[in-house]
Each structure stands twice: as structure tokens, then as C-alpha cells.
């Protein structure tokens, strides 16, 4: 098996970057090999952000295909590139946009928000999109007798339900990973490491978010993280933001929940992993994939990705 040396790589990586004009984003998620040759990392909501201000004319969104296309829709006279296509994502799967278009028929008068991790055609059916960065914020901007739908993550609806008294009408969608945290091995942890704080993503199950010391997106859990003077930590959400976590807290420990089929001590997504630095420098050097979004799906997609970053 020929193996390609990474300090090769990373030059090659970094003298396509100049050759090409790029700037590549990286998920939490991500390996961390690729988060530290990243030009800008963070959560969906920092990378929407940072790819709507960007001049560069060349994106590479390491992340999932979804983050990609909403770099597009923001930046459609840039190229964007991913590493590897086939990254896609569970939650995003679990709600096609023929049938959430029926959902939405099925419920009339109601204000559409969606979560961020949907295709560009969900998208298009949206009034206003969330990350799990700000989802009780923009959901508190509407009056508490607004109806709602609120797809496609029922977890992250849960919780927002449940934070803010509403009664949104919820999509029933899921993340693969986030599903899986084990409560009994969490408490079995947490038994083990008393004083260890628990930080859980509101992807996860209620019983998984009732245990926490801590709810909130990737950003906000490593702030949480830096932040507090406790210095253990057992993180209910994908393994990758242990990478960051620990760098930036290197005199604390970050401990990753174990999913409940007991085959490893963390929970990985296997979408996020696709992505690799030889993927990287190969679609550097290719121009490919680059993500395509329908020039009309991309228009009405826009409004709500927009109002989104306004409200944020």
C-alpha cells in the first residue's frame, strides 16, 4: 500500500492554495490534520459567516456536501470545492424536499424554519434557516403564538420547545451520530469522573441533554470548555471537536462519550472522516468535485440563509 507522506502533503496542500487563490474552511468535525491546515475552522454557523465575507475566489469547504452548497448559494460567482462528494449527511437525508413540501401543505399558516444541515431544495422551502448556534434566538424573535414547523432535527426541536415554552410543529429527522450517545455508559462515566462537567450538542437525545452541564453547539461547548475552571470533561457530540478542545486547553481533559453499540470509546461521523489531505490535495489540484446548486433552487435558498446571518 503506497502511504503518501503528510509533511509532503501539507506542502503540497499549502503551494496549491497560493497557486489557486484559495481559502479552505474546516468543520470541528473534521480530522484534525485537516482543522490545523485549515485558513478559518468552526462551527456551520461561523462558516456561513466567514464564506459570505470571503474575497477569495477559490472556497474549499471541508465539512459535509450541505456546507458546501451553502457556500455556493452565498458565494455563486466563486468556485467551491470539496474534497470528497460522497460526504453527505444523515440529518440532511432524512428530510427530502418532495416530502417536506408536503408537510408544509399538510400545515397551513405556518412559519417555516430550518435547521442549516438540509439540501439547497429544503432550503428553498424556508423562511428562515438555524444553526444550533442560534436557534433559540431566532426562534425567540417571533411571537410566542407564531405557528411554526421546525425541521428536520426532532431533537434539536425538543430542546428549543422546551427552552422557550413554544409548541413548534417538529420534522421527524435525526443525526445518525448524535443518536447513538449511551446514557448508561454517560452515567457510567460520569461515575468514574465525578467532576467532570458534561457537555452535550442539543442533536442529542432529551435523557443524553438532561444530564448536561452544558447544552449548546460545537462553538459553544468549546467556550464553555475554556471558560469554565473545571477541568475534566466528558463531550456528548462527534469526536472531531476533541481536537480543538484540546488544543486549546491542553492542561485539561476531554473525555468522548461512547455511542450505545459498545464498538469504540467515541462516536465518530463517518461522512465528516471521508475527507482526507490526500482528497484535499487532489481536488486543489483538480478544481474538483466543485459544487453545483440550480441557479433558481440557490435564489430562493439565499433569502433564508440571509435572514439567518441578519438574525444572528
Known amino acids: 500500500m503506497n502511504v503518501e507522506n503528510p509533511d509532503m502533503l501539507r506542502s503540497e496542500i499549502e503551494q496549491l492554495k497560493k497557486e489557486r487563490g484559495a481559502v479552505i474552511l474546516a468543520h470541528y468535525y473534521q480530522k484534525g490534520e485537516i482543522q490545523d491546515l485549515a485558513d478559518y475552522i468552526g462551527d456551520s454557523l461561523a ?28 458565494c455563486p460567482d466563486k468556485t467551491v470545492l470539496v474534497p470528497d462528494a460522497e460526504a453527505g449527511c444523515s440529518l440532511a437525508d432524512s428530510c427530502d424536499a418532495g416530502e417536506f413540501a408536503r408537510f408544509i401543505e399538510e400545515h397551513p399558516g405556518h412559519t417555516v424554519i430550518s435547521y442549516v444541515n438540509t439540501s439547497a431544495e429544503v432550503k428553498a422551502l424556508t423562511d428562515v434557516l438555524v444553526t444550533s448556534s442560534n436557534a433559540r434566538k431566532i426562534v425567540e424573535t417571533f411571537p410566542k403564538d407564531e405557528k411554526i414547523i421546525f425541521g428536520p432535527d426532532r431533537n434539536l426541536g425538543n430542546y428549543i420547545n422546551s427552552v422557550t415554552g413554544r409548541d413548534m410543529v417538529l420534522w421527524n429527522g435525526a443525526c445518525h451520530v448524535h443518536e447513538q450517545f449511551s446514557l448508561e455508559k454517560i452515567l457510567a462515566l460520569k461515575a468514574e469522573h465525578p467532576g467532570a462537567k458534561i457537555l452535550v450538542h442539543p442533536e442529542c437525545k432529551g435523557p443524553v441533554q438532561r444530564l448536561a452541564d452544558k447544552v449548546g453547539s460545537t462553538a459553544a461547548l468549546l467556550n464553555y470548555a475554556k471558560e469554565s475552571d473545571a477541568t475534566e470533561f466528558i463531550v456528548a457530540t462527534e469526536s472531531g471537536i476533541l481536537h480543538q478542545m484540546r488544543k486549546d486547553c491542553p492542561e485539561k481533559t476531554f473525555i468522548p462519550a ?39 433552487v440557490a435564489e430562493r435558498a439565499r433569502k433564508p440563509i440571509e435572514r439567518m446571518l441578519e438574525l444572528s
Open 258 to 296: 461512547p455511542p450505545e453499540d459498545g464498538t469504540c470509546a467515541c462516536n465518530e461521523c463517518s461522512f465528516m472522516k471521508l475527507n482526507t489531505l490526500v482528497k484535499l490535495r487532489d481536488c486543489l489540484r483538480d478544481m474538483a468535485p466543485e459544487v453545483h446548486v440550480d441557479p433558481a
Open 47 to 74: 462558516l456561513a459567516q466567514i464564506a459570505a465575507g470571503l474575497d477569495a475566489k477559490v472556497i474549499v469547504l471541508c465539512g459535509v456536501h450541505f456546507m458546501g452548497e451553502t457556500a455556493k448559494i452565498l
